[in-house]
């Protein structure tokens, strides 16, 4: 889609000038290495910025570098992760590490494609990774760049993601990737919330409390504080739930294993 330049250029001014009055000073945001990016991409899914920093910080202190992610057992990755739940994610951070230290001698690839066949790492992520830590254009589009772009460009709300991303990559100003983007995540949180602008989200968050995500925690909750389970227990207490289903995805996602009828964290 081709945008009229005087347009791209009003609403370039219009948000970097709300980021250099307002903008959030956040850790991340005071680094260029790629694994504190990408960390904090996949601590901030789904998960509130002001819960996220306490668990950031703690993180790369314990694991400051791939390596030591890399080689953390299980057990202790997800005592460091229990509270922000979405466990899959840290397991697939892990991974991650593991990649590219083995593929990539250590070093973050800085194509988009590549980025992607990291675990858990999709189109918004990868994007993320090269903007934040390499200030390379890229298509950033995650929910609230999409409320911008629909609602100050006067964009239908029907606009794919796959056109918003390249209107993204468009409109972004030469040589501040970087700076653009954080500007555009700001502007979003504090100014054009999705209560203001009214433009609902392509996706909604399902209920957490009761679902077999809660369900999922509560178990490894359970095993950090107890290290087994017996599943006779646990069809007790969760009676309502399949646990037998539950605990074979948990086992398939390398979160637990299972060993005459108790349930362990998983040994990496």
């Known amino acids: 889609m081709d945008l009229d330049e005087q347009k791209i250029t009003s609403f370039q001014t219009k948000i970097l000038n709300f980021y250099k009055q ?6 991340w945001r005071n680094t260029s290495n790629p694994y504190y990016i990408h960390l904090s991409e996949i601590m901030l899914q789904q998960t509130q910025v002001s819960r996220v920093i306490n668990y950031y910080q703690k993180f790369i202190k314990n694991f400051p570098d791939l ?13 460091n992760w229990q509270g922000l739940g979405y466990n899959n994610r840290v397991i697939r951070l892990q991974e ?47 929910t609230n760049i999409r409320r ?9 709300e029907t606009t794919s993601i796959k056109e918003l991303e390249e209107i993204a990559y468009q409109v972004t100003p030469s040589g501040k990737a970087k700076e ?23 996706t909604k968050q399902s209920k957490f409390i009761g679902s077999t995500r809660w369900v999922r ?26 646990i037998k289903e539950i605990l074979e995805k948990m086992q ?11 349930v362990y964290i998983f040994e990496n």
């Open 67 to 79: 390596k030591s992610l890399s080689k953390a057992p299980r057990y202790t990755l997800l005592s």
């Open 217 to 242: 925690s509560q178990i490894v909750k359970q095993l950090l504080e107890q290290h087994e389970i017996n599943i006779k227990d646990l069809e007790t207490r969760f009676h309502e739930y399949n």
């Open 252 to 262: 398939k996602d390398q979160l637990i294993k299972i060993k005459n009828n108790k």
């Open 96 to 142: 991650s590490a593991k990649l590219i230290l083995e593929k990539y001698d250590g070093k973050y690839p800085q194509d988009q494609k590549e980025l992607q066949s990291l675990p858990g790492v999709g189109s918004y992520t990868s994007g993320a990774i090269l903007s934040f830590a390499f200030n390379i254009t890229s298509k950033v589009v995650d």
């Open 148 to 156: 911008i772009l629909i609602h100050e460009l006067n964009l239908d």
């Open 22 to 27: 307002q903008g959030r000073d956040l850790p």
């Open 180 to 202: 653009w983007n954080n500007a555009l995540m700001d502007y979003g949180a504090l100014e054009l919330t999705a209560k203001k602008a009214k433009i609902k989200p392509t």
